[in-house]
């Protein structure tokens, strides 16, 4: 299994361009989520989905899309790119059921706004 | 005050040691508790759930105080190959997971 994919790895935009932040999973799991992670900020989260069509917003929403039509993929929208939006993005999936089940997390994309 | 606090560290142990960490959750409605290892660069990877009975996976034993807020990890016999940051982690509800910033470990020869 691939797990969680993300693409692409790493990427500099300039302030004002917008760019398309690829997750897919081939796990089946109906849980997904966008974490930022900043230096001694932790993850934070900033889009979710617990579902094909069905996606809620996180702490830190502002500044990016999500959507869900499929299960396997969960992409995150830059719309207009700052460079407070530097940072590192994981994408995690989970399957449903008890809570105690693990996010699964994908490499992460680097991005770095100039 | 944050959600979930971690002591920073570094730990610094040498191999052979046994280190604990704690970590401090204030949503008293939690309901599910973990403990993620990050390698420097690298995603965060599960490491265990942790039960209110506690619970223990080898040389890691896990347990979690509902009443006082607070969740340990006990490594036993560390390895140079533990070191990393361990990031303690709260689900607060509805998909919502609550990270604690990490605390770092280094495990010397």
């Known amino acids: 299994n691939a797990g969680v994919t993300q693409t692409p790895k790493f990427q500099v935009l300039k302030t004002g361009q917008s760019m398309t932040l690829q997750c897919a999973q081939d796990m089946n799991h109906e849980y997904m989520s966008w974490y930022r992670q900043d230096p001694g900020m932790g993850l934070r989260l900033i889009h979710y989905?617990?579902?094909?069509?069905?996606?809620d917003q996180g702490e830190v929403p502002n500044g990016y899309n999500v959507s869900r039509s499929t299960t396997e993929d969960f992409p995150l929208r830059l719309l207009s790119a700052a460079p407070s939006q530097t940072s590192v993005y994981f994408c995690?999936?989970?399957?449903?059921?008890?809570?105690?089940?693990?996010?699964?997390f994908g490499s992460g994309t680097r991005l770095t706004v100039v | 005050r944050k959600e979930v606090e971690q002591d920073p560290g570094p730990f610094n142990v040498p191999e052979g040691a046994t280190v604990a960490f704690n970590c401090t959750y204030s949503?008293?409605?939690?309901?599910?508790f973990f403990w993620y290892r990050q390698d420097c660069r690298k995603e965060p990877k599960l490491l265990m759930s942790?039960?209110?009975s506690g619970n223990e996976d080898g040389r890691f034993t896990a347990q979690l105080n509902r009443a006082s807020q607070y969740i340990s990890l006990l490594i036993r016999d560390s390895k140079l190959s533990d070191s990393a940051t361990y990031l303690c982690?709260?689900?607060?509800?509805?998909?919502?997971?609550?990270f604690g910033t990490g605390t770092r470990l280094l495990v010397s020869p």
């Open positions: 949503n008293s409605a939690s309901q599910s």
């Open positions: 942790v039960y209110s």
């Open positions: 982690v709260v689900n607060t509800g509805f998909q919502k997971l609550v």
């Open positions: 989905s617990v579902g094909a069509g069905i996606t």
């Open positions: 995690a999936s989970r399957r449903t059921g008890v809570s105690n089940y693990g996010y699964t």
